[in-house]
Protein backbone atom coordinates (compact mmCIF):
# COMPACT_ATOMS: atom_id res chain seq x y z
CA UNK A 1 0.00 0.00 0.00
CA UNK A 2 1.22 3.64 -1.03
CA UNK A 3 2.34 5.80 1.92
CA UNK A 4 1.25 9.43 2.05
CA UNK A 5 3.79 12.46 2.82
CA UNK A 6 1.55 14.93 5.37
CA UNK A 7 2.18 18.35 5.43
CA UNK A 8 1.14 21.21 8.19
CA UNK A 9 -1.18 23.98 6.59
CA UNK A 10 0.94 27.32 7.48
CA UNK A 11 -0.29 30.89 6.42
CA UNK A 12 -2.71 29.04 3.67
CA UNK A 13 0.29 26.62 2.28
CA UNK A 14 0.87 22.57 3.02
CA UNK A 15 4.40 23.36 4.41
CA UNK A 16 7.41 20.93 5.94
CA UNK A 17 7.65 21.62 9.49
CA UNK A 18 10.35 24.57 10.02
CA UNK A 19 13.10 22.47 11.96
CA UNK A 20 12.52 19.79 8.99
CA UNK A 21 11.97 17.04 11.35
CA UNK A 22 9.13 14.41 10.62
CA UNK A 23 7.36 11.45 12.34
CA UNK A 24 6.04 8.10 10.90
CA UNK A 25 2.96 6.43 11.31
CA UNK A 26 2.43 2.71 10.61
CA UNK A 27 -0.59 -0.12 10.63
CA UNK A 28 -0.87 -0.76 13.73
CA UNK A 29 -2.36 -4.14 13.03
CA UNK A 30 0.72 -4.34 10.35
CA UNK A 31 4.03 -2.82 11.44
CA UNK A 32 5.64 -3.24 8.29
CA UNK A 33 2.82 -0.94 7.00
CA UNK A 34 3.85 2.99 6.71
CA UNK A 35 0.86 5.11 6.63
CA UNK A 36 3.06 7.88 6.22
CA UNK A 37 5.21 10.52 7.40
CA UNK A 38 4.08 13.94 8.89
CA UNK A 39 6.05 17.17 10.11
CA UNK A 40 7.27 17.08 13.97
CA UNK A 41 5.70 20.83 14.64
CA UNK A 42 7.12 22.75 17.41
CA UNK A 43 6.78 26.25 18.87
CA UNK A 44 8.34 27.98 15.56
CA UNK A 45 5.43 26.52 13.11
CA UNK A 46 2.93 28.03 15.72
CA UNK A 47 4.73 31.02 15.58
CA UNK A 48 4.65 31.26 11.68
CA UNK A 49 0.93 29.98 11.69
CA UNK A 50 -0.23 32.96 14.30
CA UNK A 51 0.16 35.97 11.75
CA UNK A 52 -1.79 34.38 9.34
CA UNK A 53 -4.90 34.35 10.95
CA UNK A 54 -5.28 38.06 11.31
CA UNK A 55 -5.93 37.93 7.83
CA UNK A 56 -8.04 34.88 7.52
CA UNK A 57 -9.87 34.97 11.30
CA UNK A 58 -11.02 38.29 10.07
CA UNK A 59 -12.59 37.22 6.45
CA UNK A 60 -14.27 34.45 8.07
CA UNK A 61 -15.45 36.02 10.78
CA UNK A 62 -17.20 38.63 8.19
CA UNK A 63 -18.57 35.68 6.54
CA UNK A 64 -22.44 35.73 6.66
CA UNK A 65 -23.77 32.75 8.14
CA UNK A 66 -25.43 31.43 4.88
CA UNK A 67 -21.58 30.88 3.73
CA UNK A 68 -20.38 29.46 7.26
CA UNK A 69 -23.23 26.80 6.32
CA UNK A 70 -22.48 26.20 3.09
CA UNK A 71 -18.97 25.73 3.53
CA UNK A 72 -19.26 23.00 6.58
CA UNK A 73 -22.14 21.63 4.78
CA UNK A 74 -19.91 20.83 1.34
CA UNK A 75 -17.34 19.34 3.36
CA UNK A 76 -19.86 17.25 4.61
CA UNK A 77 -21.02 16.35 1.26
CA UNK A 78 -17.46 15.46 -0.02
CA UNK A 79 -16.22 13.50 2.93
CA UNK A 80 -19.73 11.24 2.32
CA UNK A 81 -18.98 11.16 -1.09
CA UNK A 82 -15.18 9.52 0.49
CA UNK A 83 -16.96 7.57 2.67
CA UNK A 84 -15.50 4.19 1.91
CA UNK A 85 -12.04 5.15 0.58
CA UNK A 86 -12.25 7.07 4.05
CA UNK A 87 -13.48 4.33 6.56
CA UNK A 88 -10.61 1.78 5.26
CA UNK A 89 -7.91 4.57 5.91
CA UNK A 90 -9.22 5.16 9.30
CA UNK A 91 -8.76 1.43 9.70
CA UNK A 92 -4.98 1.38 8.12
CA UNK A 93 -4.30 4.55 10.93
CA UNK A 94 -5.97 3.60 14.00
CA UNK A 95 -6.98 0.24 13.80
CA UNK A 96 -10.68 -0.19 14.45
CA UNK A 97 -12.79 -2.55 12.37
CA UNK A 98 -14.50 -1.15 9.29
CA UNK A 99 -17.56 -1.21 10.61
CA UNK A 100 -16.38 1.02 13.26
CA UNK A 101 -14.49 3.30 11.66
CA UNK A 102 -17.87 3.78 8.50
CA UNK A 103 -19.42 4.56 11.71
CA UNK A 104 -17.29 7.62 12.56
CA UNK A 105 -16.99 8.62 9.09
CA UNK A 106 -20.91 8.94 8.74
CA UNK A 107 -20.99 10.79 11.86
CA UNK A 108 -18.19 13.32 11.29
CA UNK A 109 -20.19 14.42 8.47
CA UNK A 110 -23.32 14.89 10.06
CA UNK A 111 -21.74 16.35 13.05
CA UNK A 112 -20.44 19.18 10.08
CA UNK A 113 -24.17 19.20 8.56
CA UNK A 114 -25.42 19.91 12.39
CA UNK A 115 -23.41 22.78 12.97
CA UNK A 116 -24.09 24.02 9.26
CA UNK A 117 -27.40 24.71 10.55
CA UNK A 118 -26.09 26.18 13.53
CA UNK A 119 -24.63 28.70 11.86
CA UNK A 120 -27.80 30.08 11.61
CA UNK A 121 -28.83 30.58 14.96
CA UNK A 122 -25.95 32.19 16.74
CA UNK A 123 -28.23 34.24 18.47
CA UNK A 124 -28.46 36.94 21.50
CA UNK A 125 -31.23 38.16 23.35
CA UNK A 126 -33.07 41.45 24.31
CA UNK A 127 -34.32 42.63 27.97
CA UNK A 128 -36.64 45.64 28.26
CA UNK A 129 -35.13 48.94 29.37
CA UNK A 130 -36.24 51.47 31.74
CA UNK A 131 -36.17 54.29 29.57
CA UNK A 132 -38.18 53.40 26.41
CA UNK A 133 -34.36 51.87 24.95
CA UNK A 134 -33.27 48.65 24.27
CA UNK A 135 -30.76 46.27 26.39
CA UNK A 136 -29.12 43.12 24.37
CA UNK A 137 -26.64 40.85 24.16
CA UNK A 138 -24.64 40.24 20.87
CA UNK A 139 -22.79 36.88 19.98
CA UNK A 140 -19.68 37.32 17.87
CA UNK A 141 -16.63 34.97 17.58
CA UNK A 142 -13.90 34.76 19.82
CA UNK A 143 -11.62 35.11 17.46
CA UNK A 144 -8.53 32.17 16.59
CA UNK A 145 -9.34 28.78 17.85
CA UNK A 146 -6.79 25.99 19.36
CA UNK A 147 -8.40 22.36 18.89
CA UNK A 148 -5.96 19.74 20.41
CA UNK A 149 -7.51 16.28 19.88
CA UNK A 150 -7.00 12.44 20.57
CA UNK A 151 -6.58 9.67 17.97
CA UNK A 152 -9.45 7.69 19.23
CA UNK A 153 -11.88 9.37 16.92
CA UNK A 154 -9.69 11.38 14.88
CA UNK A 155 -12.44 12.44 13.08
CA UNK A 156 -15.35 12.72 14.80
CA UNK A 157 -13.92 14.41 17.87
CA UNK A 158 -12.13 17.17 15.51
CA UNK A 159 -15.83 17.37 13.51
CA UNK A 160 -17.37 18.60 16.52
CA UNK A 161 -14.93 21.39 17.88
CA UNK A 162 -13.88 22.68 14.35
CA UNK A 163 -17.39 22.64 13.23
CA UNK A 164 -19.00 24.50 15.74
CA UNK A 165 -15.89 26.84 16.04
CA UNK A 166 -15.96 27.67 12.18
CA UNK A 167 -19.91 27.98 12.15
CA UNK A 168 -19.40 30.63 15.14
CA UNK A 169 -17.10 32.65 12.22
CA UNK A 170 -13.38 31.93 14.27
CA UNK A 171 -10.10 30.63 12.43
CA UNK A 172 -9.11 27.76 13.84
CA UNK A 173 -5.66 26.37 14.82
CA UNK A 174 -6.22 21.98 14.59
CA UNK A 175 -3.56 20.28 16.28
CA UNK A 176 -4.69 16.71 15.67
CA UNK A 177 -3.15 13.33 17.79
CA UNK A 178 0.77 12.29 15.99
CA UNK A 179 -1.15 8.46 16.06
CA UNK A 180 -3.63 9.80 13.82
CA UNK A 181 -2.08 12.71 11.41
CA UNK A 182 -3.45 11.31 8.28
CA UNK A 183 -7.50 11.31 9.36
CA UNK A 184 -6.68 15.30 10.48
CA UNK A 185 -5.37 15.77 7.01
CA UNK A 186 -7.80 14.64 5.17
CA UNK A 187 -11.00 16.97 7.22
CA UNK A 188 -8.95 19.90 6.79
CA UNK A 189 -8.32 18.73 2.84
CA UNK A 190 -12.14 18.39 2.89
CA UNK A 191 -12.65 21.89 3.95
CA UNK A 192 -10.60 23.71 2.03
CA UNK A 193 -12.06 21.84 -1.33
CA UNK A 194 -15.03 23.06 0.45
CA UNK A 195 -13.76 26.74 0.13
CA UNK A 196 -12.81 27.47 3.41
CA UNK A 197 -10.56 30.49 3.31
CA UNK A 198 -7.03 28.43 3.26
CA UNK A 199 -5.91 31.37 5.92
CA UNK A 200 -9.08 30.25 8.32
CA UNK A 201 -7.45 27.22 9.28
CA UNK A 202 -3.99 25.62 10.72
CA UNK A 203 -2.84 22.18 10.95
CA UNK A 204 0.06 21.38 12.96
CA UNK A 205 1.45 18.38 13.16
CA UNK A 206 3.32 16.81 16.57
CA UNK A 207 2.88 16.18 19.82
CA UNK A 208 2.97 17.60 22.94
CA UNK A 209 5.58 20.10 22.30
CA UNK A 210 3.70 21.51 19.36
CA UNK A 211 -0.08 21.09 21.49
CA UNK A 212 1.80 23.48 24.54
CA UNK A 213 2.65 25.76 22.24
CA UNK A 214 -0.55 26.21 20.60
CA UNK A 215 -2.36 26.36 24.22
CA UNK A 216 0.38 28.96 25.57
CA UNK A 217 0.03 31.66 22.84
CA UNK A 218 -2.03 34.40 23.87
CA UNK A 219 -2.87 35.06 20.36
CA UNK A 220 -5.27 31.74 20.46
CA UNK A 221 -8.56 32.78 22.47
CA UNK A 222 -9.86 29.57 23.22
CA UNK A 223 -8.42 26.31 23.76
CA UNK A 224 -10.81 22.64 23.04
CA UNK A 225 -9.30 20.25 24.53
CA UNK A 226 -9.92 16.50 24.27
CA UNK A 227 -7.70 13.74 25.74
CA UNK A 228 -5.89 12.11 29.12
CA UNK A 229 -6.61 14.05 32.20
CA UNK A 230 -2.93 14.71 32.82
CA UNK A 231 -2.50 16.24 29.61
CA UNK A 232 -5.81 18.21 30.19
CA UNK A 233 -4.37 19.64 33.76
CA UNK A 234 -1.15 20.67 31.77
CA UNK A 235 -3.17 22.49 29.23
CA UNK A 236 -5.37 24.36 31.36
CA UNK A 237 -2.58 25.34 33.42
CA UNK A 238 -1.45 27.05 30.47
CA UNK A 239 -4.24 28.45 29.20
CA UNK A 240 -4.20 30.24 32.59
CA UNK A 241 -7.73 32.35 34.08
CA UNK A 242 -8.32 34.85 31.56
CA UNK A 243 -8.39 32.82 27.59
CA UNK A 244 -11.01 30.16 27.95
CA UNK A 245 -10.01 26.23 28.29
CA UNK A 246 -12.68 23.45 27.54
CA UNK A 247 -11.32 20.12 28.58
CA UNK A 248 -12.55 16.75 28.09
CA UNK A 249 -10.60 13.90 30.05
CA UNK A 250 -10.66 9.98 30.85
CA UNK A 251 -12.83 7.72 32.42
CA UNK A 252 -13.47 4.92 34.71
CA UNK A 253 -16.52 4.10 33.72
CA UNK A 254 -18.85 1.28 35.88
CA UNK A 255 -22.03 -0.34 34.98
CA UNK A 256 -23.59 -1.66 37.51
CA UNK A 257 -26.34 -4.31 36.93
CA UNK A 258 -29.60 -5.30 39.66
CA UNK A 259 -30.97 -8.78 40.59
CA UNK A 260 -33.68 -8.02 38.32
CA UNK A 261 -31.96 -7.77 34.83
CA UNK A 262 -32.01 -9.70 32.54
CA UNK A 263 -28.22 -11.34 32.53
CA UNK A 264 -27.78 -12.11 28.48
CA UNK A 265 -28.83 -8.55 27.69
CA UNK A 266 -26.60 -7.40 30.61
CA UNK A 267 -23.59 -9.39 29.38
CA UNK A 268 -24.33 -8.02 25.90
CA UNK A 269 -24.66 -4.40 26.72
CA UNK A 270 -21.39 -4.79 28.89
CA UNK A 271 -19.36 -6.74 26.34
CA UNK A 272 -20.07 -3.97 23.98
CA UNK A 273 -19.42 -1.32 26.12
CA UNK A 274 -15.73 -2.73 27.52
CA UNK A 275 -14.50 -4.40 24.00
CA UNK A 276 -15.97 -2.18 21.68
CA UNK A 277 -12.94 -0.04 19.67
CA UNK A 278 -10.73 -2.11 20.98
CA UNK A 279 -11.78 -0.68 24.94
CA UNK A 280 -10.30 2.35 23.39
CA UNK A 281 -13.18 4.99 24.39
CA UNK A 282 -13.63 7.56 26.74
CA UNK A 283 -17.15 6.22 27.18
CA UNK A 284 -15.61 2.45 27.78
CA UNK A 285 -17.04 0.39 30.49
CA UNK A 286 -14.06 -0.50 32.72
CA UNK A 287 -15.42 -1.72 36.23
CA UNK A 288 -18.83 -4.24 36.26
CA UNK A 289 -20.66 -3.61 40.04
CA UNK A 290 -23.20 -6.75 40.11
CA UNK A 291 -25.37 -7.27 42.95
CA UNK A 292 -24.30 -10.26 44.60
CA UNK A 293 -27.38 -12.40 43.51
CA UNK A 294 -26.25 -12.32 39.86
CA UNK A 295 -22.75 -11.82 40.04
CA UNK A 296 -21.41 -14.93 39.21
CA UNK A 297 -23.78 -15.93 36.29
CA UNK A 298 -23.17 -12.58 34.93
CA UNK A 299 -19.67 -13.16 35.21
CA UNK A 300 -19.72 -16.70 33.16
CA UNK A 301 -21.43 -15.14 30.76
CA UNK A 302 -19.45 -11.87 30.14
CA UNK A 303 -16.29 -14.40 30.03
CA UNK A 304 -17.92 -16.62 27.72
CA UNK A 305 -18.73 -13.84 25.36
CA UNK A 306 -15.47 -11.70 25.73
CA UNK A 307 -13.74 -15.55 25.23
CA UNK A 308 -15.55 -15.54 21.56
CA UNK A 309 -14.35 -12.28 20.48
CA UNK A 310 -12.87 -12.32 16.70
CA UNK A 311 -9.47 -10.39 17.14
CA UNK A 312 -7.69 -8.99 14.46
CA UNK A 313 -6.89 -6.73 11.48
CA UNK A 314 -10.46 -4.50 11.26
CA UNK A 315 -10.12 -5.02 7.19
CA UNK A 316 -10.80 -8.72 8.05
CA UNK A 317 -14.53 -10.08 7.53
CA UNK A 318 -15.82 -11.38 10.90
CA UNK A 319 -13.58 -9.45 13.09
CA UNK A 320 -14.84 -7.93 16.39
CA UNK A 321 -11.99 -6.16 17.52
CA UNK A 322 -9.33 -4.62 16.12
CA UNK A 323 -5.65 -4.08 17.31
CA UNK A 324 -4.56 -1.20 19.74
CA UNK A 325 -3.68 1.74 18.08
CA UNK A 326 -0.16 2.25 19.44
CA UNK A 327 2.75 0.45 20.97
CA UNK A 328 2.53 2.96 24.20
CA UNK A 329 -1.09 1.36 24.28
CA UNK A 330 -0.40 -2.32 24.45
CA UNK A 331 2.69 -1.73 26.91
CA UNK A 332 -0.24 0.23 29.55
CA UNK A 333 -2.80 -2.39 29.16
CA UNK A 334 -0.09 -5.51 29.22
CA UNK A 335 1.35 -3.61 32.31
CA UNK A 336 -2.26 -3.12 33.93
CA UNK A 337 -3.09 -6.97 33.61
CA UNK A 338 0.52 -8.09 35.55
CA UNK A 339 -0.34 -5.55 37.97
CA UNK A 340 -4.18 -6.74 38.69
CA UNK A 341 -3.09 -9.96 38.77
CA UNK A 342 0.05 -8.87 41.60
CA UNK A 343 -2.15 -6.85 43.48
CA UNK A 344 -4.81 -10.11 43.93
CA UNK A 345 -7.65 -9.67 41.47
CA UNK A 346 -8.26 -12.81 39.32
CA UNK A 347 -7.77 -12.65 36.00
CA UNK A 348 -10.80 -14.91 33.81
CA UNK A 349 -9.81 -14.85 30.47
CA UNK A 350 -7.39 -12.65 28.22
CA UNK A 351 -5.01 -10.07 28.68
CA UNK A 352 -2.35 -11.54 26.84
CA UNK A 353 -0.58 -10.27 23.33
CA UNK A 354 -2.14 -12.22 20.17
CA UNK A 355 0.20 -12.85 17.46
CA UNK A 356 -0.80 -16.13 15.57
CA UNK A 357 -3.23 -16.41 12.47
CA UNK A 358 -1.72 -13.23 10.75
CA UNK A 359 -1.59 -11.05 13.93
CA UNK A 360 2.16 -11.47 14.39
CA UNK A 361 3.23 -8.06 13.72
CA UNK A 362 0.25 -6.17 14.58
CA UNK A 363 -0.91 -4.83 18.40
CA UNK A 364 -3.44 -7.50 19.45
CA UNK A 365 -4.71 -8.10 22.95
CA UNK A 366 -6.92 -10.74 24.09
CA UNK A 367 -10.18 -8.99 26.18
CA UNK A 368 -9.00 -9.11 30.07
CA UNK A 369 -11.96 -9.86 32.53
CA UNK A 370 -10.85 -9.94 35.90
CA UNK A 371 -13.00 -11.02 39.39
CA UNK A 372 -12.46 -10.07 42.64
CA UNK A 373 -11.72 -6.42 42.07
CA UNK A 374 -11.66 -4.47 45.20
CA UNK A 375 -11.68 -0.44 44.88
CA UNK A 376 -8.59 0.49 46.08
CA UNK A 377 -6.81 -1.54 43.65
CA UNK A 378 -5.26 0.47 40.62
CA UNK A 379 -7.42 -1.45 38.27
CA UNK A 380 -10.52 0.03 40.03
CA UNK A 381 -8.66 3.57 40.04
CA UNK A 382 -6.72 4.11 36.96
CA UNK A 383 -8.08 4.73 33.11
CA UNK A 384 -6.67 1.93 31.44
CA UNK A 385 -7.88 2.93 28.15
CA UNK A 386 -8.02 -0.79 26.25
CA UNK A 387 -10.03 -3.50 26.33
CA UNK A 388 -9.63 -4.77 30.03
CA UNK A 389 -12.77 -5.10 32.62
CA UNK A 390 -13.14 -5.35 36.05
CA UNK A 391 -15.71 -7.00 38.11
CA UNK A 392 -16.58 -5.67 41.85
CA UNK A 393 -19.38 -7.19 43.94
CA UNK A 394 -21.99 -5.39 46.45
CA UNK A 395 -24.73 -6.22 48.69
CA UNK A 396 -27.16 -3.99 47.51
CA UNK A 397 -28.02 -1.16 45.51
CA UNK A 398 -26.62 1.45 48.11
CA UNK A 399 -23.17 0.07 47.85
CA UNK A 400 -23.71 -0.70 44.35
CA UNK A 401 -23.65 3.22 44.35
CA UNK A 402 -20.97 3.88 46.58
CA UNK A 403 -19.05 1.64 44.60
CA UNK A 404 -19.62 3.00 41.36
CA UNK A 405 -19.00 6.28 42.75
CA UNK A 406 -15.74 5.65 44.07
CA UNK A 407 -13.36 7.15 41.49
CA UNK A 408 -12.10 10.71 40.73
CA UNK A 409 -13.60 10.35 37.23
CA UNK A 410 -16.93 11.14 36.08
CA UNK A 411 -17.33 10.41 32.77
CA UNK A 412 -20.21 7.87 31.62
CA UNK A 413 -21.76 5.68 34.25
CA UNK A 414 -24.52 2.88 33.21
CA UNK A 415 -27.50 0.40 34.90
CA UNK A 416 -28.81 -2.31 34.02
CA UNK A 417 -32.12 -3.69 35.70
CA UNK A 418 -36.10 -3.62 34.95
CA UNK A 419 -36.49 -1.46 38.00
CA UNK A 420 -37.73 2.08 37.17
CA UNK A 421 -37.50 3.61 40.16
CA UNK A 422 -33.94 2.50 40.76
CA UNK A 423 -32.89 3.37 37.33
CA UNK A 424 -34.03 7.28 37.77
CA UNK A 425 -32.40 7.23 41.23
CA UNK A 426 -29.02 5.97 39.47
CA UNK A 427 -29.10 8.81 37.09
CA UNK A 428 -29.90 11.32 40.03
CA UNK A 429 -27.44 10.39 41.90
CA UNK A 430 -24.25 8.74 39.97
CA UNK A 431 -21.82 11.32 39.83
CA UNK A 432 -21.24 11.03 35.80
CA UNK A 433 -21.97 13.16 32.92
CA UNK A 434 -23.66 10.83 30.72
CA UNK A 435 -25.81 7.99 32.43
CA UNK A 436 -27.11 5.33 30.47
CA UNK A 437 -29.95 2.60 31.67
CA UNK A 438 -29.85 -0.82 29.76
CA UNK A 439 -27.48 0.61 27.09
CA UNK A 440 -23.64 0.07 26.83
CA UNK A 441 -21.66 3.13 28.00
CA UNK A 442 -20.31 4.12 24.77
CA UNK A 443 -21.96 5.92 22.09
CA UNK A 444 -23.73 9.41 22.08
CA UNK A 445 -26.21 11.32 20.29
CA UNK A 446 -24.53 14.23 18.27
CA UNK A 447 -27.52 16.43 19.20
CA UNK A 448 -27.47 15.99 23.13
CA UNK A 449 -24.76 17.76 25.24
CA UNK A 450 -22.08 15.18 25.63
CA UNK A 451 -19.26 16.40 28.93
CA UNK A 452 -18.01 14.77 31.97
CA UNK A 453 -18.13 15.66 35.77
CA UNK A 454 -14.88 15.22 38.54
CA UNK A 455 -11.99 14.68 36.95
CA UNK A 456 -13.38 14.08 33.20
CA UNK A 457 -14.49 17.61 32.81
CA UNK A 458 -12.72 21.14 32.80
CA UNK A 459 -16.69 21.55 34.05
CA UNK A 460 -16.61 25.23 31.71
CA UNK A 461 -18.52 24.69 28.65
CA UNK A 462 -18.02 21.34 28.98
CA UNK A 463 -20.65 20.62 26.27
CA UNK A 464 -19.01 18.93 23.32
CA UNK A 465 -21.88 17.70 21.46
CA UNK A 466 -25.65 19.27 20.51
CA UNK A 467 -26.16 23.12 20.19
CA UNK A 468 -24.79 24.67 23.63
CA UNK A 469 -21.74 23.16 22.38
CA UNK A 470 -21.86 26.39 20.16
CA UNK A 471 -21.38 28.37 23.34
CA UNK A 472 -17.98 28.27 23.98
CA UNK A 473 -16.66 29.75 20.60
CA UNK A 474 -18.71 32.81 20.83
CA UNK A 475 -18.15 35.61 23.28
CA UNK A 476 -20.94 37.82 24.13
CA UNK A 477 -21.40 41.60 25.31
CA UNK A 478 -24.18 42.96 26.52
CA UNK A 479 -25.10 46.58 24.83
CA UNK A 480 -27.57 49.46 26.56
CA UNK A 481 -29.31 51.30 24.08
CA UNK A 482 -31.35 54.58 25.06
CA UNK A 483 -32.93 57.32 22.82
CA UNK A 484 -31.40 60.61 23.05
CA UNK A 485 -34.55 62.31 23.28
P1 LIG B 1 -3.34 12.56 25.29
O1 LIG B 1 -3.74 13.36 26.45
O2 LIG B 1 -2.06 11.83 25.33
O3 LIG B 1 -3.27 13.49 23.97
C1 LIG B 1 -4.37 14.27 23.53
C2 LIG B 1 -3.85 15.42 22.68
O4 LIG B 1 -3.12 16.32 23.53
C3 LIG B 1 -2.86 15.00 21.59
O5 LIG B 1 -3.04 15.82 20.47
C4 LIG B 1 -1.50 15.27 22.25
O6 LIG B 1 -0.46 15.47 21.31
C5 LIG B 1 -1.80 16.54 23.03
N1 LIG B 1 -0.97 16.76 24.22
C6 LIG B 1 -0.44 15.84 25.05
N2 LIG B 1 0.21 16.46 26.07
C7 LIG B 1 0.05 17.79 25.88
C8 LIG B 1 0.50 18.95 26.59
N3 LIG B 1 1.23 18.86 27.70
N4 LIG B 1 0.14 20.16 26.11
C9 LIG B 1 -0.60 20.28 25.00
N5 LIG B 1 -1.03 19.22 24.26
C10 LIG B 1 -0.70 17.98 24.71
O7 LIG B 1 -4.55 11.55 24.98
P2 LIG B 1 -4.67 10.44 23.85
O8 LIG B 1 -3.80 9.28 24.21
O9 LIG B 1 -4.52 11.04 22.51
O10 LIG B 1 -6.21 10.03 24.00
C11 LIG B 1 -6.68 9.18 25.00
C12 LIG B 1 -7.27 9.96 26.15
O11 LIG B 1 -8.30 10.82 25.68
C13 LIG B 1 -7.95 9.08 27.20
O12 LIG B 1 -7.62 9.52 28.47
C14 LIG B 1 -9.43 9.27 26.91
O13 LIG B 1 -10.28 9.04 28.01
C15 LIG B 1 -9.46 10.69 26.48
N6 LIG B 1 -10.66 10.98 25.70
C16 LIG B 1 -11.65 11.71 26.30
C17 LIG B 1 -12.81 11.96 25.62
C18 LIG B 1 -13.94 12.74 26.26
O14 LIG B 1 -14.84 13.13 25.56
N7 LIG B 1 -13.90 12.96 27.55
C19 LIG B 1 -12.96 11.51 24.30
C20 LIG B 1 -11.92 10.79 23.72
C21 LIG B 1 -10.77 10.53 24.43
Redesign the pocket.
Known sequence: MTSTSGLNLVAGQWTAAHSGKVFSRRNPADDDDLVGEFPESSMADVEAALPAFAEGAAEWAAASADRRAEVLGRAAGLLEERRAELAAELVREEGKTLAEATAETTRTSLNLRFYAGEAHRVAGASYPADDGGLVYTWREPVGVVGA??????PLT?PSRKIGPALAAGNAVLF?????TPLMAQRLVEALLAAGLPSRAVALLH???????A??ADPRVAAVT????????R??HA?VGPSRRAQL????KNPVVVLQDADLDRAARIIVKGAFGLSG????GTSRVIALRQVHDPLLDRVVELAGKLAVGDGMRPGVDMGPLAADF?LRKVLDHVRVGQEEGADLMTGGHRLTGGGRERGLFVAPAVFAGVCPEMRLARE?I?GPVLGFQCAADFEEALELAAATEYG?ASGIVTRDLGKALAFARRSPSGLVKVNQPTTGTAMNVP???LGE??SQTFKE?AGPTAMLFYLREKSVYLSPLD
Open positions: ITPWNFIKPSPVGGAAAGAAAFTGSTTAGAVLEMGGQACTQEFLFGGSSQ
